[in-house]
């Protein structure tokens, strides 16, 4: 007797696991967006505009790239990435196509760079920046030469109480654009410039180092 009995009883735990009603789905299956969310197939969502302008504003990066540090004859102090660290930071961060001339004088962190492949691409540039050189005045007087690698753009970020500015070149160092932020003389928050292409040409960063007069500019090495 104890052997049909112990089957009716196994046959009854095993009738709820098997029978499942019509236009329900048993606990174990998973949504196809959550499965693709978990595989990683999802596209991530990429930084906002506020985003973006935060990090410039309240960044201040140094130069993670090897690099060395030179005491110049006036006094300034310049970090400078080894060179082939640099080549290496072309060859392995630049992942997207430039954005050209058209993000010449735009804002790096609220300008919205129309890039290749159409809007899904869009980028704000500041959002992936690295930065490739800094110089001071050994004092408050600071910039950084931002680099994007994604819009393959470059400008200005510094700090404090002085003007900045960007110089472009041409390959054969002709001089090609330049870009400045007089802000700086009255804030001693970070500012930054405007940017400018960086694909086939080469970009410097610049304080006024003058206190009154005429611009002096202090210039980083040229990426």
Request: glycine content about 10%; hydrophobic content about 30%.
């Given at each position: 007797?104890?052997?049909?009995?112990?089957?009716?009883?196994?046959?009854?735990?095993?009738?709820?696991?098997?029978?499942?009603?019509?236009?329900?789905?048993?606990?174990?299956?998973?949504?196809?967006?959550?499965?693709?969310?978990?595989?990683?197939?999802?596209?991530?969502?990429?930084?906002?505009?506020?985003e973006a302008i935060a990090k410039e504003r309240y960044g201040r990066d140094d130069v993670t790239l090897p690099s060395r540090?030179?005491?110049?004859?006036?006094?300034?102090?310049?970090?400078?990435?080894?060179?082939?660290?640099?080549?290496?930071?072309?060859?392995?961060?630049?992942?997207?196509?430039?954005?050209?001339?058209?993000?010449?004088?735009?804002?790096?962190?609220?300008?919205?760079?129309?890039?290749?492949?159409?809007?899904?691409?869009?980028?704000?540039?500041?959002?992936?920046?690295?930065?490739?050189?800094?110089?001071?005045?050994?004092?408050?007087?600071?910039?950084?030469?931002?680099?994007?690698?994604?819009?393959?753009?470059?400008?200005?970020?510094?700090?404090?109480?002085?003007?900045?500015?960007?110089?472009?070149?041409?390959?054969?160092?002709?001089?090609?654009?330049?870009?400045?932020?007089?802000?700086?003389?009255?804030?001693?928050?970070?500012?930054?410039?405007?940017?400018?292409?960086?694909?086939?040409?080469?970009?410097?960063?610049?304080?006024?180092?003058?206190?009154?007069?005429?611009?002096?500019?202090?210039?980083?090495?040229?990426?």
């Open positions: 007797m104890r052997t049909p009995m112990r089957a009716a009883l196994l046959l009854a735990a095993l009738v709820p696991l098997i029978i499942v009603a019509p236009g329900t789905s048993s606990a174990s299956e998973t949504s196809p967006a959550a499965s693709a969310q978990a595989s990683g197939s999802a596209k991530p969502t990429l930084p906002t505009r506020e540090t030179v005491r110049h004859a006036d006094g300034s102090v310049e970090t400078i990435a080894d060179p082939a660290a640099v080549r290496a930071l072309s060859s392995t961060l630049r992942v997207g196509d430039s954005c050209g001339s058209a993000c010449d004088g735009k804002d790096p962190a609220s300008y919205l760079a129309p890039m290749p492949g159409g809007p899904s691409n869009y980028r704000y540039c500041s959002t992936d920046a690295v930065t490739v050189y800094t110089k001071s005045n050994g004092y408050d007087s600071r910039v950084e030469l931002r680099y994007s690698p994604g819009c393959r753009t470059a400008w200005t970020r510094g700090c404090c109480y002085t003007s900045i500015a960007g110089f472009g070149y041409y390959s054969n160092g002709n001089a090609r654009l330049s870009v400045y932020n007089h802000d700086g003389r009255f804030s001693g928050s970070s500012v930054w410039t405007a940017m400018l292409d960086d694909a086939g040409y080469t970009y410097k960063a610049c304080y006024d180092a003058q206190i009154g007069g005429p611009s002096i500019w202090s210039c980083t090495s040229r990426y």
